[in-house]
């Protein structure tokens, strides 16, 4: 095992109706004045709204709010919450949504106590502090609630970049499994995607891989696939919905990369180039560019995707293994096809450059430079 | 899944030579004066006393001593702690050892900070306060350097209790695989049965348990049978003593623990009973109990027993997997009868006696009385 340094802070609530203690959580941890950030406003319709904003001014909390956060989430907006953030005083946000209300959450938290522009964070500037987080899950797929990562796309100049930092680990999640049943058939299924997007780029990559961490990362790809599954035929199964949830946490809250080394995101590095450009969303994206990926990297790895193929799918080969996660995909109904994504050739050709310069920026060039991109991408026509 | 709340902040720092930095991890959170708790000798015999105490003078932080913990960690030596940590005004204090350190040095922050006798937190008071706690692990098995619990016995009055507390997270503990290599090779082989205790008893006892998290403790279990067979060949491979390491950190730091729910602890209830009045080694008298109470146990929850035998022996029948587990421990070399332990017809009635009193102390009577435990330990003969 290599070594690590861990600690994850973050508080955990799962379980049904949580949210309604929202106001007492946060005022666990001081918050007396937040932004609230969310979505569309189906959140308001449904009653959340109401429900947490009731219980956050029985705690002593004044809120403001920051709506109309959109998949993919955009610079323009992050940077629009940061005024609210600044003129409202806030000490505090609260993210309701999915993962791209907590990841504009995370970046307006580090943008309200930095003097420049929040981009600097994209390009190198480190997280140093940030209001406290908070969030409820309304969807789960990018493990945010768990980590210390935020994605944000800077729509002038396409580049979809990560930033981290200690204090971008929230301070409260609240896991409502029964809020998530809500989600559309195609989200459930992009999520799918994603999550096991985040289990598989350490598996196959990582040059130190310890066997208690595959058998982890196995645990929550089965528990995907096993969970999409019960969910597809009914969506209101509250502990096939749990278990989804809670396996989107583990795949990306630092665990499963604990004593590896030498690991890269390919996939995601190749899809935040197509979704930077094409707005297309993030989990279908992924299930395109993974079996692609996969077809053109197995030699590199050939032991370690044998192996996947016999403990997810019972099969003997790495070709059969990439091909069942190929019909996998197909069958829940995510695409894995640029096609399916309504991406031409012309686009294509912006996508390779785009992912050419994440590759450069992501210092990944040494194996993904424009022609290797351009084979994968191809791979997945 | 049933709801939980989860926060677990201890740093985890792992890695050879991490120990080196201790005084600096120290510093950062505050540490000014501390108690080092520690076992034998060996520790200063070996150079690892001066090289953390050096550590320490050149980060700035004071300490004293507290030497001579023994296994089995007793509430006379407690006391004996919190005396000195109170004269010396320590804010922290740092276990250099096993489990049994680190829970004596954990009693002894709660104690320090409180006015009345240090028992009365295993007797029912919450522990509400205590000093820093940080560690060194030289022998992993109880899983404490990454919890919030704490077991220690008290002498006079026969009773192995425990006690639970946020304060009692460690701030950091160092895992450095290196430094666990001097282990004897009988006390690997109690630690590895330790492991699996705390991996089965909420395997098998618990009524709410998902799927995820079967599959966590699998690879937990697995783990520690690969690499106990390993190790056992060549106690230096770091790569095996790193993961049988992390394994048991995981068992018992709460993950295999989320969304679970009417567990308990049977096998640790009866072994408490054993070295309270015994004092043989923990790890030893579990894997003594443990067949006998999975024979005796196994038709309450026929499917998981069968389960066991399938994903870790690859057998198929209940019988067959706790046959398979006895002839693992008898293979690796921990008891599996109380005749290996010495231990008499006139002292298990004893040990029936007082694992009694602990069923009703820790509410397991419903299921736990005289003759139920009487059953049990005659299979362990």
């Keep these: 095992m290599y070594e690590f340094s861990f600690q994850n802070p973050t508080r955990i609530e799962f379980g049904i109706d949580k949210e309604k203690n929202i106001g007492q959580y946060m005022k666990e941890f001081g ?5 609230i950030i969310f979505g569309s406003d ?5 009653g959340l709204f109401d429900l947490v904003t009731t219980n956050l001014s029985k705690n ?10 959109k998949s993919n989430p955009v610079l323009s907006k992050v940077r629009e919450g940061i005024e609210i953030a600044k003129k409202f005083s806030a000490d505090s946000v609260l993210s309701i949504g999915g993962g791209s209300c907590l990841d504009s959450a995370k970046a307006i938290a580090a943008g309200s106590l930095y003097e420049g522009d929040v981009w600097d964070f994209f390009t190198g500037t480190a997280v140093t502090k940030a209001l406290k987080i908070f969030d409820i899950m309304t969807l789960a797929a990018t493990g945010s609630e768990m980590n210390n990562g935020s994605v944000v796309t800077n729509e002038e100049t396409k580049q979809k970049y990560p930033i981290h930092g200690f204090s971008l680990f929230p301070k409260v999640s609240v896991i409502n499994p029964k809020l998530q049943t809500t989600i559309s058939r195609d989200y459930l299924v992009y999520s799918a995607a994603d999550i096991i997007a985040h289990s598989i780029e350490g598996y196959f ?12 990362v196995e645990a929550n790809i089965k528990t995907v696939i096993r969970t999409t599954e019960i969910l597809l035929q009914n969506p ?12 989107a946490t ?3 809250n630092g665990l499963t990369y604990l004593g590896t080394a030498g690991f890269s995101y390919p996939n995601h590095m190749i899809e935040h180039a197509m979704s930077a450009i094409y707005d297309v969303p993030h989990g279908a994206g992924l299930s395109v560019v993974i079996p692609a990926w996969m077809t053109w990297y197995q030699d590199r790895n050939p032991k370690q995707f044998q192996r996947f193929a016999k403990e997810i799918f019972d099969l003997s080969t790495a070709e059969q293994g990439i091909e069942a996660l190929r019909a996998w ?9 640029l096609r399916q994504l309504n991406i031409d050739e012309h686009n294509l050709e912006l996508i ?8 450069i920026d992501w210092q990944m060039h040494d194996i993904y430079n424009h022609q290797v991109i351009a084979t994968i991408l191809n791979l997945a026509k």
Tied chains: 1, 2.
């Design 329 to 337: 995909f197909n069958k829940i109904g995510t695409p894995t096809t």
């Design 250 to 252: 583990l795949a990306l």
């Design 60 to 69: 002593g909390i004044e809120f403001t709010e920051c709506g109309k956060i």
């Design 205 to 216: 990559t990582a040059s130190v891989q310890p066997e208690l961490i595959n058998l982890q």
């Design 236 to 247: 209101n199964n509250l502990d096939a919905r749990g278990e989804f949830a809670w396996a």
């Design 352 to 359: 390779i450059d785009n992912a050419t310069q994440n590759a």
């Design 31 to 35: 918050a007396k004045k937040v932004v």
């Design 42 to 46: 189906r959140i308001k319709e449904s």
